[in-house]
């Protein structure tokens, strides 16, 4: 987490909403390390990692200086033709957060779906795509439909986070096997991605 900011108040965010954030030289020591031992890729998220003052600096630096990738996470509603050709070539992936279709959407992320899917069809023509998706209650249901969406978006895979709260997931066995099952019906047919600890 590169600092806690978020301008989204999303009721699922596990993130602090405060003030705090890493400084620049902290950062790129720690990536510095973690290159030294081997490790493959960094992931910058937060907090809204858009919002880190010099962001696209960070990222050259981590990329020219050590051997890591760079992973982004975001909400994606600050992905200007600017900043994304600032991170270009400096960046494997970003990963864009879409929890649901419309309207579930807007009433999570209080902004459009259409806005965001305007700004994705610039990002995929520069830097690899890949969309998150917090499964719950309320959005495992519209899997299918969100599938669509993302479809048509174009993405490297879809990663699937079951939701937490307070260290322990929130879905049901009922709803973990209709997961299960959702996941087994598609997973030759989309790059599907499940976190580790729901394996």
């Given at each position: 987490?590169?600092?806690?900011s978020?301008d989204?108040r999303c009721p699922f965010?596990?993130?602090?909403k405060?003030q705090?954030r890493?400084?620049?030289e902290?950062?790129?020591?720690?990536?510095?390390?973690?290159a030294?031992l081997g490790?493959?890729?960094?992931?910058f998220?937060?907090?809204?990692?858009?919002?880190?003052?010099?962001?696209?600096?960070?990222?050259?630096?981590?990329w020219?200086e050590?051997?890591?990738?760079i992973?982004l996470?975001?909400h994606g509603h600050?992905?200007t033709?600017?900043l994304?050709e600032?991170l270009?070539?400096?960046?494997?992936?970003?990963?864009?957060?879409i929890?649901?279709?419309?309207p579930?959407?807007?009433?999570?992320?209080a902004?459009p779906?259409?806005d965001?899917?305007?700004?994705l069809?610039r990002?995929r023509?520069?830097?690899?795509?890949?969309?998150?998706t917090?499964?719950n209650s309320?959005?495992?249901?519209?899997?299918?439909?969100?599938?669509?969406?993302?479809?048509e978006?174009g993405?490297?895979?879809?990663l699937l986070?079951p939701?937490?709260?307070?260290?322990?997931?929130t879905?049901?066995?009922?709803?973990?096997q209709r997961l299960?099952?959702?996941?087994?019906?598609?997973c030759e047919?989309?790059?599907?991605?499940v976190?580790?600890q729901?394996?």
């Amino acid at each position: 987490a590169l600092l806690n900011s978020c301008d989204l108040r999303c009721p699922f965010c596990y993130a602090p909403k405060t003030q705090h954030r890493l400084e620049p030289e902290f950062v790129i020591d720690v990536c510095k390390q973690f290159a030294a031992l081997g490790t493959l890729e960094v992931a910058f998220g937060g907090g809204e990692p858009t919002l880190y003052p010099g962001l696209s600096d960070l990222c050259r630096r981590i990329w020219t200086e050590t051997d890591l990738g760079i992973s982004l996470t975001t909400h994606g509603h600050h992905l200007t033709d600017q900043l994304l050709e600032e991170l270009t070539g400096y960046v494997s992936i970003i990963r864009v957060s879409i929890d649901g279709p419309e309207p579930i959407y807007s009433a999570f992320r209080a902004r459009p779906l259409a806005d965001l899917l305007r700004k994705l069809s610039r990002v995929r023509r520069r830097i690899p795509l890949g969309i998150n998706t917090v499964v719950n209650s309320m959005t495992l249901p519209l899997l299918d439909e969100l599938a669509q969406t993302v479809l048509e978006v174009g993405f490297v895979d879809w990663l699937l986070l079951p939701e937490t709260n307070g260290g322990a997931f929130t879905l049901t066995e009922a709803e973990w096997q209709r997961l299960d099952r959702w996941i087994g019906d598609r997973c030759e047919q989309i790059p599907l991605r499940v976190t580790a600890q729901a394996v």
